[in-house]
């Protein structure tokens, strides 16, 4: 509990000193990985947010060996109230209401999750066939570089309407529970003895080969979309997303049984729906007015 927690912290502090740091950036284009890495790379303020990131990372890795998967995404997602805090008081980010009620819907709908679990019935477990991950996350992959990609191209469109950023947030949040899933089967290859079997081991499965895919690709996509979207609804959707796809599909991967009882086994379903049924209901463009376009005043000859 208290390594997801300081999870919780790390990873919500990562993204609100990365959105700052791009914020004063010039306009970063995914099509250009190298500029956006010289940038990225020069600012001391987005150094500091990635390295928050990469203790976040060190951090669920002990969580992965010590909790059930559901319950582990069901603690990971009660960090959205801070990133909301903290990009309101760091970045003057400010949601809507309707923003608001869904973010509540989300902690309402995984708490269910959370209350689904029993400590003394629920295991652990440390391994999934190879062949089954990877039919799992390559297609999501696949559907997360599609998405983000169609995107990209509207974001393009003269006449289009200022994005919220939900498109960005499904898109790495599929990479990012690709990464999840990786996690969990790196944490069942950490030990204390024989650690040269393990390395070799750990070689020989794809968990290193999707986290590096999905860490070079999710770098550069994350932070275009950071940058063009509100962090206070962009990481929401997108944790929400890695959250119930690592749940979801990492528990059977994984063999993580559902719970028998009726109550437990409702309460899981039943949050699970509710939190795909917010997603798919957030505003999809900002509502806030545009500057009118300025014209020249014409005057007669």
């Excluded at 000193?17 to 099509?31: G, N, T």
Aim: net charge positive; with cysteine; proline share 6%.
């Amino acid at each position: 509990m208290a390594a997801a927690l300081l999870a919780n912290v790390l990873y919500s502090t990562g993204f609100v000193l990365e959105k700052r740091a791009l914020a004063a950036m010039p306009e970063v284009d995914i099509r250009r990985p190298a500029r956006l890495l010289r940038l990225v790379l020069g600012s001391p303020l987005w150094i500091g947010g990635s390295l928050s990131l990469a203790a976040g990372f060190g951090a669920q890795l002990a969580v992965y060996r010590t909790l059930p998967i559901a319950a582990a995404q069901g603690i990971f997602v009660s960090g959205l109230v801070l990133l909301v805090l903290l990009s309101s008081r760091l970045l003057g980010e400010e949601t809507t209401g309707r923003e608001r009620y869904a973010l509540g819907a989300i902690l309402a709908a995984l708490l269910m999750v959370v209350l689904s679990l029993s400590e003394g019935s629920d295991t652990v477990s440390r391994s999934a066939p190879a062949p089954l991950i990877l039919t799992v996350c390559l297609p999501s992959l696949a559907m997360g570089i599609w998405l983000y990609g169609s995107a990209e191209r509207r974001s393009r469109h003269r006449h289009r309407m200022p994005t919220t950023g939900v498109e960005y947030g499904v898109a790495v949040g599929l990479l990012y529970g690709v990464s999840s899933l990786a996690i969990k089967g790196v944490s069942s290859y950490l030990t204390t003895s024989g650690l040269g079997g393990a390395v070799v081991d750990l070689l020989r499965s794809p968990y290193p080969y999707l986290l590096l895919f999905t860490g070079a690709f999710g770098l550069v996509m994350s932070q275009a979309a950071l940058q063009r979207c509100r962090a206070s609804l962009i990481v929401p959707v997108c944790t929400t997303v890695t959250c119930l796809f690592t749940a979801v599909l990492g528990t059977l991967a994984f063999g993580e049984a559902l719970p028998h009882e009726p109550v437990r086994l409702a309460l899981r379903l039943a949050g699970t729906a509710l939190a795909v049924s917010v997603l798919l209901a957030m505003p999809k463009h900002d509502t806030a007015p545009q500057p009118p376009i300025a014209t020249k005043e014409l005057t007669p000859p």
